[in-house]
């Protein structure tokens, strides 16, 4: 039997539309609630399994100020909206809902958002009641299995493989968030290797390594002749995807013209090669970003309705820094894999190198602390890792904000550390030489912080 749902909303047609679509898909649908005072009503008397909530409502009260109530009887609940300003978004995304849908609904994303919500929801709960439900970290070595290859014993990576597991069953659009080095292309190779189409490719697009003149024949493919220089009919990375996923790394970076077409790909199935006719595509889409991709909304530089596309399932990575019980599973499962390969016999690390690890606030994340076990197992000559040369980064003291203080950001300190390096190398992102190499980074990765960080020559 499927679920109860109660439609908050104050515009009669559409309700009467969404109401039609859940009847025709099997759910019971309590009456229509048009205002916060009709809804809270139903709640009071009629609990529904779901809502779904607009947030502009009759009467003074709004979606947004119904979402607490609702959450407080632990029922999940979908934003409905049409497209909202920045605050509106930023403050209905602030009470957790389950997704958001963008009005017009098209029937199948109702109903593939309704199954997404009522999964995650059945997750939130088990996981609430099952205490421990994941093998321990010593467990991951050879990795793959129940963790999807990700060492660490934080309550944050346990959400993350459950949602792994969650969004490899569904086929909505996955958007994940985090800071460069945190594991974002891992999550979505996990997504697609124990998905359905674990069999066909995966195809990963890193849209700030693209130069934007090239972008949309790089995705979408061009004609022979379509432009110059075009001597060769060229497939686009999403035909190259076809029956697979596409993971579009560092999506924050494409241009916005590009944006609308990838909108397209998302509501119609359909892209067009560049001088070419539309054709349709079935790839699952897969996005990552290290940018705050509401800053970019409200700096006219992301779509919002490609963000709300895209926001179906969103899956948040946190830094490093915040998530300390992931440092050491994370830095054992790395040194038994540069041992092993080099065929040392180390065992451990010290334990004032082990509280090293655990103070530093690791700017580059997973990445970073990889490295830095590489660097350390090829220079240790004993059976312990006893010491490891991290960047030295001054001392908090105690008092006043950090700015008086002389403190640096972690954004500043990035940004000068990526200045001296680029000084020293002239200026050579990539290549041999190049900075890219220097600090050992992708060259794509030390691009687009050079974006976000405001660095172009003129600094130098
Ligand atoms: N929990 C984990 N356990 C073990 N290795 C991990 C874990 N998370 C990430 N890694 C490893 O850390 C490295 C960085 O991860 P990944 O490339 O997925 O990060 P990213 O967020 O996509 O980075 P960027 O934004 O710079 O592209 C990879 O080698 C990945 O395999």
């Known amino acids: 039997m499927k679920s109860k749902i109660l439609i908050v909303e104050d515009q009669f047609i559409e309700a009467n539309n969404l109401r039609k679509v859940l009847e025709g898909a099997g759910y019971a649908v309590c009456p229509v609630a048009r205002s916060f005072d009709e809804a809270l009503n139903t709640l009071n008397s009629d609990l529904p399994d779901l809502v779904l909530l607009d947030i502009f409502l009759k009467g003074e009260k709004t979606g947004i100020d119904l979402a607490p109530i609702i959450k407080e009887r632990n029922i999940p609940f979908i934003y409905l909206s049409a497209n909202s300003d920045e605050r ?17 609904f098209r029937e199948k994303d109702v109903l593939a958002m309704l199954d997404i919500a009522t999964n995650l929801h059945a997750e939130h709960l088990s996981l609430a009641k099952v205490s421990k439900v994941y093998k321990s970290p010593t467990d991951l070595k050879g990795a793959g299995t129940g963790n999807f290859g990700m060492a660490g014993k934080s309550s944050g990576l346990k959400d993350i493989t459950r949602l792994i597991q969650i969004a490899a069953t569904a086929e909505s659009p996955v ?126 530089r992301f779509r919002l309705d490609l963000y709300y596309r895209l926001y179906v399932f969103p899956i948040e990575l946190s830094p490093l820094r915040e998530r300390k019980a992931d440092i050491m599973p994370i830095a054992e499962h790395y040194l038994s894999v540069f041992a092993a390969a080099n065929k040392k016999n180390i065992t451990g690390f010290s334990d004032p190198v082990k509280k090293v690890l655990l103070g530093y606030p690791w700017p580059g994340n997973i990445r970073q602390l990889i490295n830095l076990i590489e660097r350390s197992v090829l220079l240790c000559d004993g059976h312990i890792i006893n010491q490891v040369n991290l960047p030295v980064l001054k001392p908090s003291p105690v008092a006043g904000n950090a700015k008086e ?56």
């Open 88 to 104: 509106t978004f930023r403050l209905a995304k602030q009470t957790s809902p389950y997704g958001f849908l963008v009005k017009p």
């Open 405 to 460: 203080r002389g403190i640096k950001t972690f954004a500043d300190n990035e940004r000068d550390h990526i200045l001296d390096t680029l000084a020293r190398c002239n200026w050579k992102v990539y290549g041999t030489g190049g900075a890219a190499e220097l600090l050992n980074i992708n060259s794509s990765t030390l691009k687009s912080r050079m974006i976000k960080l405001g660095i172009s020559k003129q600094f130098g």
């Open 175 to 300: 958007l994940i968030l985090g800071e460069s080095g945190t594991g974002k292309e891992l999550v979505a190779r996990a997504i697609h290797n124990h998905s359905a189409r674990s069999k066909k490719p995966v195809i990963i697009v890193d849209c700030a390594a693209v130069s934007p003149t090239l972008i949309e024949s790089e995705l979408f493919g061009h004609e022979r002749g379509s432009f110059t220089g075009a001597v060769d009919k060229r497939i686009g990375k999403f035909e190259q995807a076809e029956n697979g996923t596409i993971f579009l790394d560092e999506i924050g970076e494409m241009p916005l013209e590009i944006q609308s077409k990838l909108l397209r790909v998302l509501q119609e199935k359909e892209i067009c090669p560049v001088g070419g006719k539309r054709k349709n595509v079935n790839v699952r889409i897969i996005a990552a970003t290290n940018r705050n991709l509401e800053e970019e909304i409200a700096a006219g």
